[in-house]
């Protein structure tokens, strides 16, 4: 697993164990997130949005360029965020 990865499940498990650091993190993200080490680029906007049982947000990644056909199928394999949902996917 990689860095920026593993950070974000502990960023994940922090909000689930720290209600008053998730409301932190939804109000102000940005600064959240570098009090929590992750720089941020100049001019980056963070949208924080919380799952419910009723609600599932699928967020789409910004395409890579250019990679093959067969190297995008790698990159967008590559990751389930549906690990988590209740009865294992939608």
Same mark, same amino acid.
């Given at each position: 697993?990689?860095?920026? #990865?593993?950070?974000?499940?502990? $960023?994940?498990?922090?909000?689930? #164990?720290?209600?008053?650091?998730?409301?932190? $993190?939804? #109000?102000? /993200?940005?600064?959240?997130?570098?009090?929590? =080490?992750? %720089?941020? /680029?100049? =001019?980056?906007? *963070?949208?924080? *949005? %919380?799952?419910?049982?009723?609600?599932?947000?699928?967020?789409? /990644?910004?395409? /890579?360029? =250019?990679?093959?056909? %067969? %190297? $995008? *199928?790698?990159? #967008? !394999? !590559?990751?389930? $965020?549906?690990? !988590?949902?209740? =009865?294992?996917?939608?």
């Amino acid at each position: 697993m990689n860095d920026q #990865a593993n950070h974000y499940q502990q $960023l994940i498990a922090k909000c689930w #164990a720290d209600e008053d650091f998730k409301r932190k $993190l939804m #109000a102000n /993200p940005a600064e959240t997130l570098k009090a929590e =080490g992750m %720089e941020l /680029p100049e =001019g980056m906007r *963070v949208q924080v *949005v %919380e799952n419910t049982a009723q609600d599932f947000t699928l967020v789409i /990644p910004l395409q /890579p360029t =250019g990679l093959s056909d %067969e %190297e $995008l *199928v790698g990159v #967008a !394999g !590559g990751f389930s $965020l549906l690990m !988590g949902c209740q =009865g294992g996917g939608i």
